[in-house]
């Protein structure tokens, strides 16, 4: 079996498959903030059972730029 596969393209619309473990970098930041949330919920659903997620993105807080930085205690309620 693969050990790891990027999935290239719109994460907004490729299929994720049913991954075990998740890992999106500096992603969620590049998107707007009402695009932020419907995805994560899509690739949350996506994930097999027992599976995990991480994700490391900007956190406007610590002075990241982008239209969707948002301050560390935004990403803590969208994570939760």
Do not use: H, M, Y
């Not at 619309?13 to 998740?22: A, F, K, N, Y």
């Not at 930041?29 to 900007?58: C, H, M, N, V």
């Amino acid at each position: 079996p693969e050990r790891a596969v990027v999935v290239p393209g719109d994460p907004r619309e490729v299929d994720p498959g049913r991954p075990e473990l998740l890992l999106l970098v500096d992603l969620l930041s590049t998107l707007p903030q009402p695009e932020q949330e419907p995805l994560l919920r899509r690739l949350a659903g996506a994930l097999a059972p027992g599976a995990r997620a991480i994700f490391r993105d900007g956190c406007a807080s610590a002075g990241a730029r982008g239209p969707g930085a948002r301050p560390a205690t935004d990403w803590a309620r969208l994570l939760n």
